[in-house]
T-cell receptor
Framework: EADIYQTPRYLVIGTGKKITLECSQTMGHDKMYWYQQDPGMELHLIHYSYGVNSTEKGDLSSESTVSRIRTEHFPLTLESARPSHTSQYLC??????????FGSGTQLSVL | GQNIDQPTEMTATEGAIVQINCTYQTSGFNGLFWYQQHAGEAPTFLSYNVLDGLEEKGRFSSFLSRSKGYSYLLLKELQMKDSASYLCAVRDPYKAGAGSYQLTFGKGTKLSVIP
C-alpha cells in the first residue's frame, strides 16, 4: 500500500564520515517527516517539511540537516557522523497530516 | 508538556482477547492514533479516533475517552502474527508550528502472543 522508500536499509560507518539517508515517496504527499527511534523507545520527530523548500526542526535536537527540493524527495544528511548518532531513522509522509505512511527505516551504526 | 503512557510489555494466548491501554496528557488534542510495528520494520497505521467512543475494524477496535485522556486498543482472536509493538500517538495542534499538526508517540507496548 505505502509507496515510500528509504535507502540504505542498514549502514555501518566510521566516525567523521558524511552520510546521506535517502527517502522518496511516489504518493504526491506534501508532508514528510524524519523520526529517530532507539530500541524500546518512542519515535522522536527530528525534521519535517510541508512542501518544497519548506523544512523545520522537530522536537528532538539533531545535528542532521534535511532538504526538500522536490516533492517526492526528502534526504537527511549528517556532515560528520559520531557514535551518538547510532539509531534507527524512519521517514514518513502524509497527505493531510493524519495517517502517516512510514518507510522501512535505516538502521545506522557509527563506529 | 506531553506525556503518553502505555504498558511496556504484555503477553497473551493465541485466540484470546487483549486490551492495550494508553493514557495521555497533552496541551491540546486533535486525534489519537494506534500503529503496529513488527520488530525491525516500519510502523503501520491501525486506527484513528478523534471523537469519544469505539471504532471497530475487523479484529481490532480502538476506544477513546477525551475527558479521561484515555484510549485502548482491543485485539480479538489473537494470532501469532499479532506479536508486535503497538504505538499510541496523539496529535496536538498546539505543539507544532502554525498550520501543522504533529504526532507525539508513546514508547509502545510489546505484545507477545504465545500458543
Amino acid at each position: 500500500e505505502a509507496d515510500i522508500y528509504q535507502t540504505p536499509r542498514y549502514l555501518v560507518i566510521g566516525t567523521g564520515k558524511k552520510i546521506t539517508l535517502e527517502c522518496s515517496q511516489t504518493m504526491g504527499h506534501d508532508k514528510m517527516y524524519w523520526y529517530q527511534q532507539d530500541p524500546g523507545m518512542e519515535l522522536h520527530l527530528i525534521h519535517y517539511s510541508y512542501g518544497v523548500n519548506s523544512t523545520e526542526k522537530g522536537d528532538l535536537s539533531s545535528e542532521s540537516t534535511v532538504s526538500r527540493i522536490r516533492t517526492e524527495h526528502f534526504p537527511l544528511t549528517l556532515e560528520s557522523a559520531r557514535p551518538s548518532h547510532t539509531s534507527q531513522y524512519l521517514c514518513a509522509s502524509s497527505a493531510n497530516g493524519e495517517k502517516l505512511f512510514f518507510g522501512s527505516g535505516t538502521q545506522l551504526s557509527v563506529l | 508538556g506531553q506525556n503518553i503512557d502505555q504498558p511496556t510489555e504484555m503477553t497473551a494466548t493465541e485466540g484470546a482477547i487483549v486490551q492495550i491501554n494508553c493514557t495521555y496528557q497533552t496541551s491540546g488534542f486533535n486525534g489519537l492514533f494506534w500503529y503496529q510495528q513488527h520488530a525491525g520494520e516500519a510502523p503501520t497505521f491501525l486506527s484513528y479516533n478523534v471523537l469519544d467512543g469505539l471504532e471497530e475494524k475487523g479484529r481490532f477496535s480502538s476506544f477513546l475517552s477525551r475527558s479521561k485522556g484515555y484510549s485502548y486498543l482491543l485485539l480479538k482472536e489473537l494470532q501469532m502474527k499479532d506479536s508486535a509493538s503497538y504505538l499510541c500517538a496523539v496529535r496536538d495542534p498546539y505543539k507544532a508550528g502554525a498550520g501543522s499538526y504533529q504526532l507525539t508517540f508513546g514508547k509502545g507496548t510489546k505484545l507477545s502472543v504465545i500458543p
